[in-house]
């Protein structure tokens, strides 16, 4: 009976371990905040590009990156699955001599080389817990790097009021929604 209940307690122990998977860290509970969010190290090499936006008003180009996995489950007009990560990464557009952006052969900015900054938003059940009605994106959490990918102690406020305002219905996102609907 000894044994049997040894046997027992050290079963429930290795359930309780191996719940996590093979290798995977314990996640801290959540509390609301951009220390949620990890800048992958592989993300340039291993996230699709979907979008490229020009940004006139400050001579910029976002180029728009999800995570392959998330890029895979999306259907168009549902929300993100769990698990997505979008990276909105800036470049500088390259400047004429007047300070006017220069255009290729496709009417598009040139980009100067290197990142300037990036904004990530992802989204993991839970998230967004925490947060009053003026602010709460679903299940969606932001946060900023700079262009070699070291976090930025900055207020994500204005990504709260600018998704929370315009793209509700949208699930909190711009151009993924878009891209989902227009491609999937």
Known sequence: MRVSMLAGAVA?????????????????????????????????????RYATVDKADRKIIRHMYVNPEAYAATRAGQPAPMGTLLIMADTRARLDAQGNPLLDTSGRFIPEPGWIALGVQQKEAGWGEGYGPDQRNGNWEYAAFDGAGARRNVSMNSCFGCHLGARAQQDFTFTYWDHAVARR
């Open 12 to 48: 429930l122990g290795l359930v309780a371990v191996g719940g996590m998977g093979a290798g995977a860290q314990p996640r801290a509970p959540y509390t609301p905040g951009p220390h949620n969010i990890e800048l992958p190290a592989d993300w340039q090499a291993r996230f699709i």
